[in-house]
């Protein structure tokens, strides 16, 4: 394991030499999200009865944090060792494909956490908060970072340059997780785009997470959770299987 150990304690060396970029920056923009959108719809928008709305967005934003950032960390990573040339030195060893996975996953759930919580002590302090089923919360934070590191690590493998990179971002990442309930309840939707929501995994995450704090969902927190561990069974089975045949890592 010694070799697993080393891997992972660079990857998170790595995003906390440079914090103010990588954890302060990401928890300023939920706080300008929370001042804004709460400023605006406290008293309009009401989505659960008995919490107000920016009670109602903080864990969106916070879930919000965990899953960028998670995807952030591991696409980050393999995208800057491809182009510097150093991910030769991280091939040479005698890591197998588990070990690279494990260390560059767990390294993404450990700064999308962190952030996360970051994003939660700073917010909180806007709304009264509470905390109905603690351990759903764990869950689906943890699941949830899990699924966008190993994400992030297929994209880093796919991409060959940060454009790639950008555009994987932009247009999937980023409109999975606004269209997936952060800042209202899917069941505020047409029929239609209800049924669209339902296809979207982030949906699932930020509803299980959301329930941890309000006891209420748009969802069962089982069936949501079980939907996440699904696909993240489905992209750990290909992120393996890239590292496995090395695709475009090896030639």
């Known amino acids: 394991m010694t070799g697993f150990q080393t891997l992972f304690y660079k990857e998170i060396l790595r995003f906390?030499?440079?914090?103010?970029?990588?954890?302060?920056?990401?928890?300023?923009?939920?706080?300008?999200?929370?001042?804004?959108?709460?400023?605006?719809?406290?008293?309009?928008?009401?989505?659960?009865?008995?919490?107000?709305?920016?009670?109602?967005?903080?864990?969106?934003?916070?879930?919000?944090?965990?899953?960028?950032?998670?995807?952030?960390?591991?696409?980050?990573?393999?995208?800057?060792?491809?182009?510097?040339?150093?991910?030769?030195?991280?091939?040479?060893?005698?890591?197998?494909?588990?070990?690279?996975?494990?260390?560059y996953v767990l390294a993404a759930v450990v700064r999308g956490v962190a952030v996360g919580s970051g994003v939660f002590l700073v917010t909180a302090w806007f709304a009264d908060m509470s905390f109905a089923a603690p351990w759903w919360i764990l869950i689906f934070g943890v699941l949830g970072a899990s699924m966008l590191g190993t994400m992030g690590l297929i994209a880093g493998i796919w991409a060959e340059k940060f454009d790639q990179l950008a555009a994987f971002q932009n247009f999937l990442i980023m409109p999975a997780t606004f269209l997936s309930g952060v800042f209202y309840s899917v069941n505020s939707l047409p029929p239609f785009w209800q049924t669209v929501s339902h296809l979207n995994p982030f949906f699932y995450m930020i509803d299980g997470f959301r329930y941890g704090f309000f006891g209420q969902s748009d969802v069962n927190p089982l069936i949501s959770c079980l939907a996440v561990v699904f696909f993240l069974l489905l992209l750990s089975g290909l992120a393996v299987q890239l590292l496995k045949n090395g695709y475009k890592l090896r030639h």
């Open 16 to 103: 906390w030499k440079v914090a103010t970029q990588t954890v302060a920056a990401p928890i300023l923009t939920a706080v300008l999200y929370l001042l804004i959108f709460g400023h605006v719809l406290e008293d309009h928008v009401q989505v659960y009865p008995g919490v107000k709305y920016t009670a109602f967005l903080v864990p969106g934003l916070v879930m919000m944090s965990v899953l960028q950032n998670a995807f952030a960390n591991s696409s980050s990573s393999l995208i800057q060792s491809k182009i510097t040339g150093n991910l030769v030195f991280v091939l040479l060893t005698p890591l197998s494909h588990w070990e690279l996975f494990g260390a």
